[in-house]
C-alpha cells in the first residue's frame, strides 16, 4: 500500500490534524533497540523517541507484559502483590520524603492529578506556567498551554513567565546572577497578578529540562528561585518529568536532582512503561492524605498488574544494563563532538541540554540574533535522508531535538554524529 493510500486511509478516520513527521511520513513496521524499520525493510537510527525509553520492544518488557496478561490483569480494589512491589521500586528511585505514588494512564492524567492535589491543599486556584511549554491535553491543561496552538489561550487562572538561556545573545557578557534576577522579576510579577485578581497561587509546574522551550542554559539558582517565590506565596511545586525522569539527563536520575531542589508533586508519564500507556504522581504521605480524606479517586486501568509488571522491569533493565551512567557517559562524548561541529560553523550555537537529550541552534546571522527554523527543518529532512530520525524544538522550531532511547550505544554514535556533521556540511556549506 503506498503512503497516499495510507494517508487517505488515515484522513478517513484519524482526521487531518493528527500531526504527522517530516514531508515525506516514515511508515514504520517493527523496531528493535534503537532501530526502526519501514515497509521497505530499511533501517533507521532511532534518535527522538524517548517512550520507548530502554529500547524498541525489549525482550525482557516484552516476556514481562506476556507473562503477567496470561496470569492476570484486574484494577486496583483488590489487593495485587505485583502492583506493591512496583510502588515500591518505584518510590524508592526517590527522595524519603516522597513516599506516596498515585498511579495513572498518561502524563496529562499525572499532570490534571497534581494539579487538584495542589488546589485542595492550597485551596487557591492561580497557576503558573513557562510561557512556551506543553503538559497535557485535558481541559484544565489546555488553559496552561502555551507552546502549542490552542482555541482555549490561556485560562484566567493562569500565568506565564519566560525562561532565560544564558546561550542568548542577549545575555551575552552578563552574569549568572544578572541573567537570573531579571528572570525572576517576571516570576515576582505573574505571582502578584495572580494574588491581586483573587486567584492566589496552587502550584508552578517545571519540566526540568525545559525541552519545549528550546533546551535553556539556565542561571544558576533560577530553579531554586522560582520554587522558593512560589512557597512563599503559599503553593506548591510540581516537577515533570515525563521527559527528563529516568535517568535521561546522565548524572540524576531525576532531571529535577540537578538542582537544590525537592518538588512537592513529580509527574511522570512517557517512558515509564517503554510504550505500554503508565504513568504517576509521587507525592508526600500528608498531601495524599489531605486529598484522599475529600476526593475518592479511582482510575479503572491505572497501576493494573500488567502495567506495573512492564513499570518494573524497566527498572530493573535501567539498573541491569547500567543505563543512567551509560547516558552520562555518551552524552559527554556527543557534547564534545557537536560542540567542535558548531564551533566550526558561525551559524550554529551552543550544544544544548544533558545527558542523552541534546541539540543545538540554527540562526540566519553570525550574531545569532535571528533564528532560522527554515534551515532547522532542511538539517533534519537531511539527517533523516541518511536513516536517522530526529526533530526540531522551540519557540522558532530553530533547535534540533535529539533524544534518544537509552539502548543508544558506542557503535552507534558514528552513525549519529556522521548523519548529522553530513547533513550540516550538504545543507550549511
Known amino acids: 500500500m503506498t503512503t497516499s493510500d495510507l494517508l487517505k486511509r488515515r484522513f478517513a478516520t484519524i482526521g487531518r ?23 521497505t525493510g530499511r533501517r ?43 510502588a515500591e521500586a518505584l518510590l524508592a528511585t526517590f527522595e524519603p520524603e516522597l513516599d506516596r505514588v498515585l498511579f495513572t494512564n498518561s502524563g496529562s492524567e499525572a499532570n490534571e492529578l497534581a494539579f487538584r492535589i495542589a488546589q485542595e491543599h492550597t485551596r487557591a486556584s492561580g497557576i503558573l506556567v513557562t510561557d512556551f511549554s506543553y503538559h497535557g491535553n485535558t481541559i484544565l491543561l489546555a488553559g496552561i498551554t502555551t507552546g502549542l496552538k490552542t482555541r482555549e489561550g490561556l485560562a484566567p487562572n ?32 505573574a505571582i ?38 512560589v512557597r512563599a506565596a503559599g503553593g506548591l511545586v510540581i516537577g515533570d518529568e515525563v521527559q527528563a525522569g529516568l535517568g535521561r539527563t546522565g548524572s540524576t536520575f531525576w532531571g529535577y536532582q540537578r538542582y537544590d531542589l525537592l518538588p512537592d508533586l513529580v509527574t511522570l508519564g512517557k517512558p515509564l512503561g517503554n510504550g505500554h500507556p503508565l504513568a504517576a504522581v ?24 500488567v502495567s506495573s509488571a512492564v513499570g518494573l522491569e524497566v527498572l530493573h533493565i535501567i539498573e541491569d544494563e547500567h543505563l543512567v551512567p551509560r547516558s552520562g557517559r555518551l552524552g559527554q562524548v556527543i557534547r564534545q563532538d557537536l560542540t567542535e561541529l558548531t564551533a566550526g560553523h558561525d551559524l550554529l550555537g551552543p550544544v544544548k541540554g ?17 533564528p532560522d527554523p527554515v534551515t532547522t527543518k532542511r538539517l533534519v529532512e537531511e539527517i533523516k535522508a541518511q536513516d536517522v530520525l530526529l526533530s526540531k524544538i522551540g519557540p522558532t522550531g530553530s ?8 539502548a543508544l550505544q558506542d557503535e552507534h554514535l558514528p552513525i549519529l554524529l556522521g548523519a548529522i556533521r553530513s547533513a550540516v556540511a550538504r545543507t550549511m556549506p
Open 282 to 305: 509521587v507525592t508526600r504521605d500528608e498531601l495524599l492524605e489531605e486529598f484522599g480524606t475529600h476526593n475518592e479517586f479511582f482510575n479503572t486501568f491505572a497501576g493494573n498488574p
Open 399 to 406: 533547535v534540533l531535538k535529539i533524544r534518544p532511547p537509552l
Open 354 to 370: 544533558d545527558g542523552l537529550f541534546f541539540g543545538f541552534s540554527v540562526f540566519e546571522d553570525p550574531e545569532h540574533r535571528t
Open 44 to 86: 533507521y537510527l532511532d534518535a527522538y523517541n524517548n517512550v520507548p525509553h530502554v529500547g524498541h520492544a525489549h525482550p525482557r518488557v516484552v516476556e514481562a507484559l506476556r507473562s503477567q496478561a496470561a496470569t492476570l490483569n484486574i484494577h486496583t480494589r483488590y489487593l495485587n502483590e505485583r502492583v506493591l512491589e512496583y
Open 17 to 39: 490534524h493528527s500531526p504527522l513527521f517530516y514531508d515525506e511520513p516514515v511508515h514504520l513496521v517493527s523496531g528493535s533497540g534503537v532501530w526502526l524499520t519501514d515497509v
Open 158 to 189: 493562569v500565568r506565564a513567565f519566560p525562561v532565560p538561556d544564558l546561550d542568548a545573545a542577549s545575555n551575552a557578557g552578563r552574569s549568572h546572577e544578572e541573567v537570573r534576577d531579571e528572570a525572576l522579576v517576571h516570576v515576582d510579577r
Open 192 to 229: 502578584a497578578e495572580l494574588v491581586e485578581a483573587g486567584f492566589g497561587i496552587s502550584a508552578v509546574i517545571l519540566e526540568s529540562i525545559f525541552s519545549t522551550e528550546g533546551l535553556p542554559t539556565l542561571p544558576e539558582g533560577y530553579i531554586e528561585g522560582v520554587a522558593a517565590r
